[in-house]
C-alpha cells in the first residue's frame, strides 16, 4: 500500500508509520486542491492536515486510486467528505488524542486574555515597565466568573471541567444536541443569545464546517457585552473575523483569546494591533507528545483499513 503523509511528523511518528508503510513525507505547504486530486490518483491512502484542499473539485475527477483519508486532527472541514464519500474515499479523524491539549490552550487563551499577560510581557520585553503600582495592568479576575461554553462534546466538556475544578466557574453550555454527561454541574442554555448575555467568557470549541460558518456574528457579539471575552480554539471562521474587529475596535465586547483564524495565516493587522486580543498561531495541539498520539491514531485507522478490518474512527 503507497501511502502520502502530507507534512512531516514527529520522530516517533513518522518511524511507526515508516516502520509499516511504503509512505512518502511532504515537507512543503499544505495541499493545494489540484495537489490534492494528484495525491489521490497516485496513492492508496493520504494521511493528510489542516490546510490541505480536499475541496469537492480535488475529488472530480470520480473513483480516485485512494480509498483513505486518515485525517491528522479532529477537525476535518478542509476535507469535503460528503465529495470523498461519493468518490468511494472514507475520512477517518484522530478524536480523544486532541482534546486535553486544546483544552489546555482555550484555559491558556482565557487566563492570558483576562489577566493581561500578553500586554505585560511585551511591557517588560521592551524594557517599558517601571516598577509595580497598585493600578498597574488591573485586569479581569477569572476565579468564581461564568464560562459560556459554545460545543460541548469532548474538548467543551475537558474546558468546563478545568474551569469549574481549577478556577470553581459556574459552567453553562450551548450545544445544538442533547448532551448526556457534561462531567461537572453544568447547566445547558438552548438559546445562544441568552447565553452569551449571561457568561463572562464564552468559549467556542464547536465542529468547523458550513453549519457553524459565522455562528459568532455582530449581534452575538452585542449578546456578550463590553463586558464579555470570546475565547476561539475551534475554527476561524466560526466567528466572523469583520464583526470580531468591529467589535473590539468600540468597546463592545471586553477582549478576544484567539487560536484560530478566518484566513490562517493571515491575520488581520486590526487584531495585531489590540492590547485586549491574544493571539497565538494554532497551538492547540502542538506539544510533542500529542503530535506522537495524534500520528499514532490515524496509523491506527491506516492499518484497520490495510488490513481491511473497520474503520476506529470513520467520520463518513
Ligand atoms: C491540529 C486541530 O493541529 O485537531 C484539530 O482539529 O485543530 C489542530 O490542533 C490540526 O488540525 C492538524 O491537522
Known sequence: ??????????????DAIAARFDVDFRDKG???????????????????TLGDR???????????????????GVGYNHIDVTAARAAGVAVTNTPDAV??????IALTLLLMTARRAGEGERLVRCGAWTGWTPTQLLGTHVTGKTVG???MGRIGK?????????FGMQVLFFNRSAVSAPGVPARRVSDLHDLLRTCDFAVLAVPGGAGTRHMISAAELDALGPRGF???????????????????????????????YEHEPIVPKALMSMENVTLLPHLGTAAEEIRTAMGLRALDNLI?????????????
Open 149 to 151: 461554553i459554545i460545543g
Open 54 to 72: 480536499f475541496t469537492a473539485g480535488a475529488f472530480a475527477g470520480g473513483s480516485p486510486r485512494c480509498r483513505l483519508l486518515a485525517n491528522f
Open 1 to 14: 500500500m503507497r501511502l502520502l503523509v502530507t507534512r512531516q511528523m514527529t520522530e516517533a511518528a513518522r
Open 230 to 260: 470570546l475565547i476561539n480554539v475551534a475554527r476561524g471562521d466560526v466567528v466572523d473575523e469583520t464583526a470580531l474587529i468591529a467589535a473590539l475596535q468600540t468597546g463592545r465586547i471586553a477582549g478576544a483569546g484567539l487560536d484560530v
Open 304 to 316: 484497520a483499513f490495510s488490513e481491511g478490518r473497520s474503520l476506529p474512527d470513520l467520520v463518513n
Open 99 to 104: 482534546t486535553d491539549s486544546t483544552a489546555d
Open 158 to 166: 475537558a474546558i468546563a471541567a478545568r474551569c469549574y475544578h481549577g
Open 30 to 48: 499544505p495541499l493545494s486542491e489540484q495537489a490534492a486530486a494528484q495525491a489521490l490518483a497516485d496513492y492508496d491512502a493520504v494521511l493528510p
